[in-house]
């Protein structure tokens, strides 16, 4: 009895299975298909990109972010009453599913490259729909309750902008590899030229995009103004219990130029430092008052302040994560630390020469300050013996009696006024959120002769920006880090920028033709077998039913142990085996 050799020899292939078993759990041989895409797949590798594209956004939005997660936290406080970190969960989810769909794009390349047939599992898509539905939810969310922050990827673009186009573009070559596969193993003309003008239209857009990106950072290092003063934002509060006296002196330690604070009016007419509404959040009220706890701060007597506590909230709650550089001697004075009242603010100011900057609460209208708290603060400030020449006055309530009584108080606005409105009412400085202003309106306002600060800056990278754009200071809750950028981030002569665009599209521009022309030559000769690939080749072409019925009878054959030979099987479909006919 002659025994026929097999017709295929198939060595396992472990990292096909390895892609195929997790993207799709198809493990075996058998169970794995080069046919087309069904449509119904084809929909949810859409959902998957489009699921991928959208939580890079989102990712990249709180990564950026990052410079107001204390604003956000706060936020949160307001709206909820109970003090909690809430970037954490939202960090992590964003994370996880980033990563979760990031790795199933790429087993989803794999399969595309492979000529795999993208079949993805019923858990994947379970997991997809749920990471879609979860940003979305995100997305929403802070759409109504911080939709501010969105400006801040329009201006981190101005810092990333360049350097996002070349990784970007650096991908998109690296794709031209399982394009151009594509294009070479494809036998439709038409699905050849939507394919490769597709791609062309993508990879055109990427080379012409650098003529819309504009960062202040551009430009020509002889133009950079002096280095913007910095303001400590309720001091140093990522090292001290903010609007603590420990906490701007923190701040001086770290060469401010300024100091920045929100003021309240106690039921006796002293001015003090405290950015809530309740004392709840900053100090140890529930325990001293605790039937007092949900009032007003302003509602509590001078006296009743100096009781209270403003430094354990911050060794227990840790706001920042900074707890544990601290020295035990730092904890010791957080521990001991007390509500700051503004004439000590103003005489540690007058102290060190530096200057102040204030933002004032009025009362509630039953409150026994409420007509007079212009005059109280006033008061104040003039009897605390510091120069007027180092406060900056904010309250608009009043102002040219202000003027009148105190003729050397800066005059800081916080609303963007035109320049008219500005001489009209002397106001010689403006004190406005980063997202307010453009790097062009930044500009105009400094021909004004107009000083501006932006707050809140904590990070280098906006620091920069604000830099070359010429802020000339900002306010920070970080002014250990930013002490530490003595020159921009980055900085690019005009020329230096086109050289490097043109350089990256002529380079991309090649390596892609390239791997245009290889794939093509690679797969014009003879066609390799894939011993993946279930498929029987003959001399002459058959209907694709017969070969169909080959393949089904040849998986059979396989799992039955080799019971029928390969010629057994050219012989039921009526072709010889040996003559090829």
Same mark, same amino acid.
């Given at each position: ?34 046919? #087309? ?16 594209? !959208? ?9 950026? $972010? ?16 109970? *003090? ?19 790795? &199933? ?24 729909? $749920? ?5 979305? $939810? ?94 400590? @934002? @309720? ?32 039921? #006796? ?65 957080? $521990? ?13 100011? /007058? ?19 409420? @007509?007079? *708290? ?38 800081? +606005? ?29 500009? =105009? ?6 000083? !501006? ?12 920006? !604000? *830099?070359? /754009?010429?802020?000339? +200071? ?31 599209? &002529? ?16 797969? /014009?000769?003879?066609? /390799? ?7 029987? =080749? ?5 209907? +694709?039913?017969?070969? =169909? ?15 029928? +030979? ?5 012989? #039921? ?9």
């Amino acid at each position: 009895m002659v025994k026929h050799q097999p017709l295929q020899v198939y060595e396992r292939q472990l990292c096909l299975s390895c892609i195929t078993g997790i993207y799709g759990c198809r493990w075996k041989r058998y169970q794995r298909s080069q046919d #087309d895409t069904t449509k119904w797949e084809l929909l949810w590798s859409f959902v998957l990109l489009f699921t991928f594209c !959208l939580l890079l956004i989102w990712f990249y939005f709180w990564f950026e $972010a990052h410079n107001d997660y204390s604003e956000f936290n706060w936020f949160l406080y307001n709206r909820s009453g109970e *003090w909690s970190d809430g970037t954490v969960p939202i960090l992590a989810t964003t994370a996880a599913c980033f990563t979760y769909i990031a790795f &199933l794009m790429v087993l989803a390349l794999c399969h595309i490259a492979l000529g795999q047939q993208l079949n993805l599992h019923w858990l994947h898509k379970i997991g997809v729909f $749920a990471a879609l539905l979860t940003t979305i $939810a995100g997305v929403i969310s802070v759409n109504q309750t911080w939709r501010q922050e969105w400006d801040v990827i329009p201006i981190s673009l101005q810092a990333t902008g360049p350097f996002l186009h070349i990784g970007t573009l650096a991908g998109v070559t690296v794709l031209s590899w399982i394009v151009a596969g594509q294009v070479a193993r494809a036998e439709k003309t038409m699905f050849q030229v939507v394919v490769v003008l597709l791609y062309f239209s993508v990879l055109l857009g990427l080379y012409v995009v650098p003529m819309y990106i504009t960062s202040p950072c551009i430009m020509d290092p002889n133009f950079l103004k002096p280095r913007p003063d910095v303001f400590g @934002h @309720h001091g140093a509060p990522m090292l001290a219990p903010e609007n603590t006296l420990w906490s701007f002196q923190r701040a001086l330690q770290m060469n401010v130029t300024g100091l920045e604070a929100d003021l309240a009016i106690s039921a #006796d007419g002293m001015p003090f430092l405290m950015r809530d509404v309740t004392l709840r959040r900053t100090t140890n009220v529930a325990k001293v008052f605790p039937d007092r706890q949900m009032d007003d701060a302003s509602y509590f007597n001078w006296t009743d302040l100096q009781q209270l506590n403003s430094g354990l909230w911050f060794l227990k709650d840790d706001p920042f994560w900074t707890v544990h550089t601290l020295s035990q001697r730092e904890k010791d004075l957080i $521990a001991n630390q007390s509500v700051c009242s503004l004439e000590q603010l103003l005489k540690l100011a /007058s102290f060190h020469n530096t200057s102040v900057v204030f933002r004032l609460r009025r009362p509630p209208p039953e409150h026994p300050c409420y @007509h007079t *708290w212009i005059n109280d603060t006033l008061q104040t400030v003039q009897q605390s013996g510091v120069p007027q020449s180092l406060v900056m006055w904010t309250p608009d309530q009043h102002r040219a009696q202000v003027r009148e009584l105190a003729p050397a108080l800066i005059q800081t +606005s916080m609303e963007k006024l035109s320049p008219q409105s500005l001489q009209i009412h002397g106001i010689s400085r403006l004190l406005l959120r980063y997202n307010q202003v453009s790097t062009e309106e930044i500009r =105009n306002i400094s021909e004004t002769q107009t000083d !501006l600060t932006l707050y809140t800056v904590n990070e280098p990278w906006l620091y920069s920006v !604000l *830099w070359c /754009s010429g802020v000339s +200071s900002v306010s920070s809750e970080a002014p250990h880090v930013l002490r530490k950028v003595l020159y921009p981030v980055w900085l690019m002569r005009p020329n230096e920028f086109r050289l490097m665009w043109v350089s990256a599209d &002529l380079i991309s521009f090649a390596v892609v033709v390239g791997i245009f022309i290889f794939q093509k030559y690679r797969t /014009s000769g003879l066609r /390799s077998y894939n011993p993946e690939q279930i498929m029987l =080749n003959a001399a002459v072409r058959r209907s +694709s039913r017969d070969i =169909n019925v080959m393949k089904e009878k040849l998986i059979l054959s396989e799992v039955r142990n080799g019971a029928g +030979s390969a010629e057994e099987l050219y012989e #039921d479909n009526g072709y010889d085996y040996y003559t090829n006919q």
